[in-house]
């Protein structure tokens, strides 16, 4: 059999099951979030996005049969390109202007900024210290890494999206938990970050990012709060989620007499909030898109999508512990702390968790840029796994 063969052979196939069943729920989400809508630039979005994971197919058999010793070596290259991109951007959404608009495409290169940086602290840790023995020590690991983490990050912070700042921070911190740096120096970066956090909050963040947060802490206190302003969005977040019920207020509806409805009159009809334009159609397919399937499947759906990230985020523990070298196990690693921040805040800012941030839900959420994102990491998770016994 050909080398080429045996690399699709020996490829993790649970993990291609798992991905392929979230990608699908994400599909079937996002056309059951816009079938009825009277946006009609919306009603597209479900075969948008089966496009984009087609393109994101082909990045992640690219990225899987390709050893992932020759793919780090694009990490600095990519990273100064990234930081370029990051100090062009020229179109603002959602308040935020991190997107770059070139003729008829629009995307958002902080994503393509948070996979070189990965690529290049694998390099630096994994590589690094077999070609300069310096490098072994913990103190010279930080301080060459924690500029890479701060460039971006302060950039992405100005722009101003606090989010995707803050999964550089756990990128880095799961970077020097793997990486074998000195468990004292991991306390005083996370002491350190405690003393900066109250002054990152006043003199850092937008006045409409502290009204999320004191917001958020007015409902968990059951405080008075704005509901028809902040609390509109997280208020009925909250009621569409907690009338769902086990089964979902869809399956419901199904069950009832005249159910059916017609497409563009669903909202005389409908009992579903998301239907009914209280949370907005355009982030019910994105940063809400787990308000859409909690509320629509109720609390079994939420649960089934819930075991498919933990059964996810399993395999590449496993993956990230089989790997044959540092190399391997700090690009996996780094994976799983974007994975499962990016999930802990999508679905924590719908239950009320954590202040509304507007990560999207990886795999799920509507989205170009971060599906090739996330396809190609995965790719290269695989890659690891694939070229395991490799020497």
């Known amino acids: 059999m050909t080398p080429l063969f045996l690399k699709i052979l020996g490829m993790n196939w649970l993990l ?7 990608l699908t729920m994400g599909v079937y989400s996002i056309h059951e979030a816009t079938e009825y809508s009277s946006i009609q630039s919306l009603n597209s979005k ?48 959602s308040g935020a202007e991190s997107w770059i608009t070139i003729g008829p495409i629009t995307f958002q290169p902080s994503q393509l900024a948070i ?57 880095f911190m799961t970077a020097l938990f793997i990486g074998k740096v000195l468990f004292r120096y991991i306390i005083v970066i996370i002491q350190f970050g405690m003393i900066i956090l109250p002054i990152l909050y006043f003199f850092g963040l937008k006045d409409y990012q502290k009204e999320r947060i004191e917001t958020w802490l007015n409902m968990l206190y059951e405080k008075p709060v704005d509901e028809q302003g902040a609390a509109w969005v997280p208020k009925h977040n909250m009621i569409a989620i907690g009338s769902a019920g ?40 994105n940063d809400f898109i787990f308000v859409t399937i909690a509320e629509r499947q109720g609390f079994r759906g939420a649960s089934i999508l819930l075991a ?7 395999i590449l523990i496993y993956i990230c512990y089989s ?5 391997g196990r700090i690009l996996v690693g780094g994976y799983i702390g974007l994975l499962f921040f990016h999930v802990f805040m999508n679905v924590g800012m719908c239950v009320l968790l954590v202040p509304i941030t507007g990560l999207p839900l990886p795999l799920i959420s509507y989205g170009g840029t971060f599906i ?5 990491m995965l790719g290269l998770c695989q890659s690891v796994w694939v070229h395991r016994f490799k020497s």
């Not at 290049?120 to 300069?132: N, S, T």
């Not at 060459?144 to 101003?160: G, H, Q, R």
Request: with cysteine.
């Open 16 to 22: 291609i099951l798992v991905t392929s069943v979230l």
């Open 46 to 93: 479900w075969y948008d996005q089966i496009k984009w994971i087609c393109i994101g197919i082909f990045f992640y058999f690219a990225a899987t049969l390709i050893d992932y010793k020759w793919i780090i070596w694009g990490a600095l290259p990519a990273y100064l390109v990234s930081i370029t991109l990051l100090l062009s951007t020229n179109t603002e959404l």
């Open 115 to 171: 996979i070189s940086r990965i690529l290049l602290l694998a390099v630096i840790y994994g590589e690094g210290p077999k070609k300069f023995a310096l490098l072994n020590k913990s103190f010279i690991k930080i301080l060459i890494t924690a500029p890479i983490t701060a460039v971006p990050c302060f950039i992405i912070l100005i722009e101003p999206d606090f989010g995707s700042s803050m999964a550089w921070i756990v990128i």
């Open 246 to 285: 086990f089964i979902g207020k869809a399956n419901e509806q199904k069950t009832l007499p005249n159910s059916n409805l017609q497409k563009g009159n669903s909202n005389q009809n409908s009992n579903l909030v998301t239907e009914m334009g209280f949370v907005p159609p355009n982030v019910a397919i």
């Open 308 to 314: 498919g990230f933990a059964s996810l985020l399993l």
């Open 323 to 327: 790997s044959k070298d540092m190399t």
């Open 372 to 376: 090739l994102m996330m396809l190609f």
